[in-house]
Structure formats: C-alpha cells, structure tokens
C-alpha cells in the first residue's frame, strides 16, 4: 500500500444537524461524520484518492455532552441517532431544530420540547426481522441504514422490556422447534418478522409471526412452548406475506392463541389494538399529546368537531365527551373499523366514523356547506395536500389543531393554512421518539373572523 496515500490530520466539530451527524470542516468543505459531537476534536484519516476523502479514527477531546451508549448496537444498527449524547443535549438540539424551522412565522409561542420521564425501553410496539445465523441459530435484528443487512439485536433499549423478553423466548422456541428463517435471496424459509404490541397500561401482549405463507409447520407447537414459558402474552397470531416486499406485514392473518388483538387504555377509554391498528408507539408521550391537543382545541358543549387521517379514533374519542358532535375520517378499513368498534367498547353515542380518503371528504364536505367547528388533522408524515387545504377554507372551521410527525411537512402546509386566512398561534413539540430524529408536534390555530367571514358561517348548516 501506497504510504503517501493516507494522512491523518486533527479537526474540530463545529455544530450539529438534526439527524445527530456532526460537522467538520476540511478544505473548505464540510463533511458530516457520525459519532462527534459539537466542539469535539477529531483524528481523521485523510484518504485523497476517495470521494468521501475524511474517515474519523479517535475522539481526542471528549464533549460534557457525551455519554457512553447504552446500546452496544448504536453504531452498526442506525435505529438511533442520539445513543451517545445526554438527553438533556438531544432535546437542546431538537428544540433548536424547531426554532430555525418555524421562525418565518412571526409572533408564534415555540414552548419548551415535552422530553419523556426516560429516553428508554418506550416503544410498545416491537417488529424485527430474521435471519439464521452461522452456528445455525435463528436470529432477528434491524437492518443497518441504507442496506438489506441485518444486524442482530437482543436488547434493543427503545423496545419495551417485556417485548425484548419475548422476542428472545420466541427465537429459542423456533430454534428448537427447527423453524427455519426467510432467506431474503433464495426466497425460501419460514419466518420472516416478529411484531410485538404491549399494552403499557393493560399489560396485555400481542405476538404477530409473520411467514412466507400460509405453510406453518410445528405451529402448535411453537404456541405451547411459548404459553408454557407464562410470559403473559394474551394473544398469538400469524400474519401472511409472501410478496417480495419490504413491507412487513401481508393482508391474511389467522388467529393461533387467544383473541386476536390486545385492548389498552387511554385515560378513561379503552382500545382495541390489532396488528395493522395505527397506535402511537410511546404511551406515556401518547397521554401528553392527546391531552394537549383537545385542551388547544378549546372544545365548548356545543361545538361539532371533525377528526380527519382519525387512525383507531383515538383523538375524536378523547374530545367527544367535551362536545356536541364528533366525525372521524380514515381511509385504511382496518383502522376505519376498529374505530367503530372503540366507539362501541366505550359507549360514546355522539361520534361517526366515515371509510374515506380525507382530502375527498373535506372536499365534498365543503361543496355541502357543511359546517364545522373544531378541526384535527393529523396527517401521514407527507402532510396534507392542497385540496384538502383549499377546503378548509372554504368551511372555515374557527379552531384547527394540527398534529404532525414531521415538522417539515407541517410547516409547509402551515404556510398554505395562513393563505386561508388562519393565524398560527402556538408550536408545541413531544420527544415521543428519543434517541432517534423524529418529533411530534402540535401547531394550534385560530380562523381571523372578518364580519363577512362571520355573516358566511353562521349560514352553514351541519354536517
């Protein structure tokens, strides 16, 4: 090897993104590198004949804000991208980000990131893929960022701790049982994927093993060991899905233990979770959000709120109790079904649910006349779309609470909602994803009423 090729040369991290890279600068140009954190000073091995001609070897000088990871995996896995930092930096970072991307919007309150009472073992709902590995054991992990490896994980420090104690007894159980993992190149194989929901609250499990088809051999078998071992799991299911796909679960299931889904709790009302159920995967952040978001809805006895990209019906259910009348809006039927059966489970009379895409129902609804107090949208991380938008303000419904899994997004429709004549009030953001990159916030705005606007909507009759 060529000695001149390499050098090593020392370099100061100057700030960092969002996504937990730091940012060095060499030539003039800046580099982001993982695993440094701002003010840090690196030894990088130059490599001039490379592309990417800067690799971090050594962390010289060590930052305050750097903590050991926990999680032996954080490197290789890519699930994460704050593991080696205090949570006390991650949500500096994270309420930083949030500051750069709204502050086109004058005179709006960014109040302090909601952080979680822990970083870890939050998520109750787990899904991991397989592989066997070389001793011939089975095996499940992640798969590393940006590639179809798989990188085996027993303790994944997000995941619920009864999901990890699952999982790991159900990989014993199919290495004993002979069960034989889906090979992703030859196509052949059993088991593809374990999903595992907890009910933080009910304590109840559900177990979903996903195969390469209906074929299951020793399936009985793998449910008795499982149901021997007394881990409190209330039901087993089997999801099928044989499409050459990076999805994980297949539209058929049959139904091996137990009932077939899970129910928990929110406050007072309880749901029914199923594998495909839309469920906010921190419980305790859940419980923060929804409470915020009816109590900036500003709800009064009399209101008729519509929940639009609604999932299980979570929110709507939560508000109905505080108003006249509720509509929910979903368009996968599963969900659409589950939250009619929530519906029932708790005996809430005033709330209908509608099977539909939400961009035509608002549409249609605003060519009614229809007539809405109270708007929640809580779309899919793309955000909404300009139809949607366009007939919003055509209802002008006075009050919107806006939920968002990706600020991005929402900021750009939040530009579209003031074009409509809405004042952005308030950003709130909920860490319901630490360690990792994601943020949920909630952008609360008011209609700014003009007589001619009043004089229009008080002629709208209801939905």
């Known amino acids: 090897m060529d000695k001149n090729k390499f050098k090593a040369i020392e370099l100061k991290c100057i700030k960092q993104a969002f996504n937990g890279n730091g940012i060095v600068k060499y030539n003039n140009k800046e580099y982001a590198i993982s695993n440094i954190l701002p003010g840090e000073v690196g030894l990088f091995e130059i490599n001039k004949n490379e592309r990417t001609p800067i690799e971090l070897k050594n962390i010289i000088n060590h930052s305050s804000s750097r903590i050991n990871s926990l999680c032996p995996y954080f490197e290789s896995c890519g699930g994460c991208q704050y593991q080696h930092m205090t949570y006390e930096s991650e949500l500096a970072l994270k309420e930083e980000y949030l500051k750069n991307l709204y502050q086109s919007f004058k005179d709006i309150k960014i109040k302090p990131i909601n952080g979680m009472p822990s970083p870890y073992n939050y998520r109750n709902k787990c899904q991991m893929t397989y592989k066997l590995s070389k001793t011939h054991n089975v095996v499940c992990g992640f798969y590393e960022e940006g590639t179809h490896k798989i990188v085996p994980v027993s303790d994944c420090k997000i995941q619920a701790t009864k ?63 499982l149901i021997k071992l007394n881990l409190g799991i209330t039901t087993i299911v089997q999801n099928i899905n044989s499409r050459q796909t990076s999805i994980v679960l297949g539209d058929k299931e049959r139904v091996l233990y137990g009932p077939g889904f899970i129910y928990d709790t929110i406050g007072k009302l309880k749901f029914k979770i199923s594998s495909r159920s839309f469920y906010q995967v921190n419980t305790i952040g859940m419980n923060m959000l929804y409470k915020k978001a009816i109590e900036n809805a500003n709800i009064s006895s009399s209101d008729i709120l519509l929940d639009t990209y609604c999932g299980v019906g979570t929110i709507g259910l939560l508000a109905a109790n505080s ?25 809430i009379k005033n709330i209908n649910f509608f099977n539909d895409d939400s961009t035509k129902f608002m549409t249609k609804l605003a060519a009614s006349g229809s007539h809405i107090d109270v708007l ?62 994601n943020l949920e916030c909630i952008a609360t705005l008011t209609y700014k009423e003009s007589k001619k606007n009043i004089k229009n909507y008080t002629k709208r009759k209801s939905l």
């Open 163 to 225: 999901a990890t104690e699952i999982i790991n007894a159900f990989n014993k159980v199919l290495t004993k049982n002979h069960i034989e993992p889906y090979n992703e190149k030859t196509r052949k194989g059993i088991v593809r994927h374990v999903l595992v929901r907890y009910g933080f609250n009910s304590k109840e499990i559900l177990l979903v093993i996903v195969t390469n088809g209906d074929f299951f051999p020793g399936s009985k078998n793998v449910c008795k060991d």
């Open 323 to 347: 108003c006249k009348q509720v509509y929910g809006v979903e368009l996968n039927h599963d969900a659409y079904k589950d939250a009619c059966l929530n519906a029932r489970i708790n005996n």
């Open 376 to 437: 929640i949208m809580d779309p899919p991380r793309d955000g909404s779309t300009n139809e949607f938008i366009e007939a919003v303000g055509r209802l002008k419904p006075k009050r919107i609470i806006y939920v968002s899994c990706d600020p991005k997004t929402q900021v750009r429709d939040l530009f579209k909602l003031s074009s409509e004549g809405y004042h952005l009030n308030q950003v709130e953001a909920f860490d319901m994803f630490p360690r990792t990159f």
